[in-house]
């Protein structure tokens, strides 16, 4: 088949988008579904589909959509939608099928004797994937996306039914109730439209991401849509005459088949991203409009490359080469940017055939064009992301922590950073120096002591940039292990997996002490008061939860990063508040600390305009000047000040008690800025002679007076420093954590909580 007839099979194949309240969608009956598969030039079993069809009717007789219209009609659009991907017959079978089992009498068995296994099996991968409800209660959401992606690593077809299911629900959300909708499209664009973007469907991706964007914000959807319908015959003209020049130009060169040409828009939440979360006007957006050139050879892809240029002018640091450096899913093709004679920028895109197929089609062009994808290599290649997901998330015991990891695995937004070498590594946006190194090798990454960024040295929390060639400096000492405070800063799941592995490992009588030692310390500053032989009581609903066996591992996990404390306390203070009361201990503050007086005699607090009042700095989160504060009545102790974010006030909101909300008062800050209160700041950086002589100079120079000061060694060769200084607010405070960052070496700054 040439070019010609695969690109006018391919326009046949993709359905222009629409949103269904301004155009109903056309739903296909089986008649329109046996003649499209008579159409194409691939073998189906049109007997098998049809036995299939005729199954389904049968089973989904008398129910009905919330449209009111016959239930068969959504198993017949699945199936069209899989026919226009190209999937084979067995798939094809099951988006006719894949809701039987589920909302019939019939079982898989019945599925299994008519239609043979290979059908059973998929049928049963696609029904439990749609008894996952993905945004229910916080505790299932890490298994229910664990299970979305096994399904994916065991027969990727599961997931591409589910896309082709979630295609037609989304062109039928009006039908349901506003907050269904809401819901629904949320759960479509954070994790089914990234999964698509992976697996490498662009048409499914932009489709899925335009709709729920309509549902999610309508006004922005129909702003955007306005501003683009108003130059709309302008737009279409412009392009026109792009294609024609380059056309024109191209028919002078010998090329082995005559490319093809093609214009697109950019997609409406694709120029959404851009001028609402990028904050960009329209007319900074370079690529809305776009032209694809598409050849026989990559040799050709780059001799294009150059004639685009010699035509236009191209615009500086707006050429991508994909070719070279291919996306994380696959994708390959040239972008550049160019101004034409009208002064308007647009995109030209310059690909091979198979390139193009392996870009509108992902891993579904292996179904539909076999040599558009090459065989089984080319496909387990695309796969290995997921078992990658699968593999970094097992060692985490934190759920909020693995469903945002997951996430951002899936997310569309990548990085390319080149290694010394001229490797590409891609990263999600926001990696580190960390992130970058763990993605090198393992054993690097636990040895990282620091990194150059295009020949400087920067900390390890530097966010890396597309096309910066990053070096990772590496200690020579076999012993050298990586840092818990890593696990705050790298931003890759599989970095943080590899992290807590190491400390799982290595560290375990270390993990258990310092667990056992964050725990309490996290009990009382939540005024928990329980000896510790009821822990393991109190506790073990979270033991459960976390998958451990007993306290020491609970402990153990907590030490290594697995279990953040800081998700799980507001919930065991809640649990103790229930089972133990509301006991007096919630309502002392802890050691007072007293406030430095100003000049004139008065507090740095006021209280209802009175400005002389009794109050105390509460050590659970150290208030400073510039902080949102809020004061607690104690009984003989006066006030007692927390920040709004104080894990205290915050546990007395959700509990709603009446009687103890009357007890937090709104206080506020004077304007005086001459009140210093202590707090204490940690350093964690490389160890190194003259570490606590660079820091102590900052803070002497920046006029801030220690109280106390103290450091040691940790055991991976990095050192700590903590000190008590007196600090006048949160924008001096930033400002010296800001300094004490650029010091070389340093790994975190930070604000301590005692």
């Not at 992130?435 to 002591?449: L, M, P, S, V």
Request: proline share 4%; hydrophobic share 35%.
């Amino acid at each position: 088949m040439d070019e010609e007839k695969k690109l006018a099979e391919q326009k046949q194949d993709v359905p222009a988008y629409q949103v269904q309240q301004k155009a109903p969608i056309h739903e296909p009956t089986i008649s329109d579904l046996s003649k499209k598969i008579l159409a194409t030039d691939k073998q189906y079993d049109l007997s098998k589909i049809l036995s299939a069809y005729q199954f389904a009717e049968k089973a989904h007789a008398g129910q009905t959509r919330s449209s009111g219209e016959p239930y068969i009609i959504h198993p017949l659009a699945v199936a069209d939608i899989l026919l226009d991907l190209g999937m084979d017959t067995d798939t094809i079978c099951v988006g006719l099928l894949h809701d039987v089992v589920e909302d019939t009498e019939y079982t898989l068995d019945d599925i299994r004797k008519k239609f043979g296994q290979d059908v059973a099996i998929l049928v049963d991968g696609v029904t439990k994937l749609n008894r996952i409800p993905i945004f229910d209660k916080e505790q299932q959401q890490a298994n229910n996306v664990r299970k979305i992606l096994l399904a994916m690593s065991h027969d990727i077809r599961v997931m591409i039914i589910k896309l082709a299911d979630r295609i037609h629900n989304m062109r039928t959300l009006h039908f349901l109730p506003p907050d269904k909708q809401r819901r629904i499209a949320l759960e479509t664009m954070n994790v089914y439209a990234p999964i698509a973007h992976r697996l490498g469907i662009r048409t499914v991706k932009d489709e899925l991401e335009d709709l729920s964007f309509y549902y999610l914000d309508s006004f922005a959807y129909s702003e955007i849509e306005h501003i683009m319908e108003i130059k709309k015959g302008e737009r279409e003209a412009f392009i026109e005459s792009i294609k024609e020049r380059i056309r024109t130009r191209l028919e002078q060169e010998h090329f082995a088949k005559e490319p093809i040409i093609e214009g697109r828009v950019k997609s409406v939440y694709g120029i959404y991203k851009k001028v609402y979360v990028n904050h960009k006007s329209i007319d900074e957006i370079y690529d809305k409009y776009a032209v694809r050139v598409i050849v026989s050879t990559v040799a050709e892809c780059y001799t294009v490359l150059g004639i685009v240029h010699d035509m236009f002018r191209p615009l500086p640091n707006r050429f991508k080469d994909y070719i070279a450096n291919p996306k994380s899913n696959m994708y390959q093709s040239l972008h550049t940017t160019v101004l034409g004679r009208e002064s308007i920028p647009f995109e030209i895109q310059i690909r091979t055939w198979d390139m193009h197929v392996s870009a509108e089609y992902g891993i579904a062009a292996h179904w539909k064009y076999k040599e558009g994808i090459q065989g089984k290599d080319k496909m387990e290649e695309r796969l290995a992301w997921v078992r990658k997901v699968i593999e970094s998330q097992q060692t985490s015991d934190d759920v909020e922590e693995i469903v945002r990891a997951i996430k951002s695995d899936l997310s569309p937004e990548d990085i390319v950073v080149m290694t010394p070498r001229g490797d590409s590594i891609t990263l999600p946006i926001g990696s580190t120096v960390i992130d970058f190194a763990y993605r090198i090798h393992t054993e690097i990454g636990h040895r990282t002591i620091g990194g150059k960024v295009d020949g400087k040295m920067v900390p390890l929390d530097y966010a890396l940039k597309t096309g910066e060639i990053c070096e990772v400096l590496t200690s020579k000492d076999p012993n050298k292990g990586p840092n818990r405070a890593w696990l705050g800063i790298v931003k890759t799941n599989e970095a943080k997996s590899k992290i807590r592995s190491w400390f799982k490992k290595e560290c375990r009588e270390e993990n258990i002490e310092t667990g056992r030692s964050s725990l309490e310390q996290e009990f009382k500053r939540a005024h928990i008061r329980l000896p510790e032989s009821e822990w393991e009581t109190f506790l073990a609903d979270d033991l459960k939860r976390h998958n451990c066996a007993t306290l020491d591992d609970f402990f153990a996990s907590i030490g290594y990063g697995g279990i953040m404390l800081s998700k799980i306390m507001p919930r065991l203070k809640d649990r103790y508040v229930k089972e133990y009361g509301s006991d007096d201990e919630a309502e002392k503050p802890v050691a007072p600390v007293a406030p430095q007086r100003q000049e004139n005699g008065k507090g740095c607090i006021i209280l209802d305009k009175i400005d002389d009042c009794v109050f105390k700095f509460s050590q659970c989160c150290n208030p400073l000047p510039g902080d949102d504060i809020v004061g607690f009545i104690t009984r003989g102790h006066g006030i007692s000040v927390h920040t709004t974010s104080c894990v205290n006030y915050q546990s007395a909101l959700s509990r709603g008690n009446e009687e103890e909300l009357a007890r937090w008062l709104p206080v506020q800050w004077t304007n005086s800025t001459s009140t210093l209160i202590p707090t204490t700041i940690e350093v964690i950086a490389v160890d190194r002679v003259g570490l606590v002589f660079d820091i102590t100079k900052i803070l002497s120079e920046s006029h801030i007076q220690i109280v106390h000061s103290a450091s040691r060694n940790l055991r991976n060769g990095n050192a700590i420093f903590e000190a008590s200084v007196q600090i006048a607010g949160t924008d001096q405070l930033k400002s010296i954590l800001d300094k004490l960052r650029k010091i070389r070496g340093v790994i975190s700054v930070d604000r301590a909580k005692k």
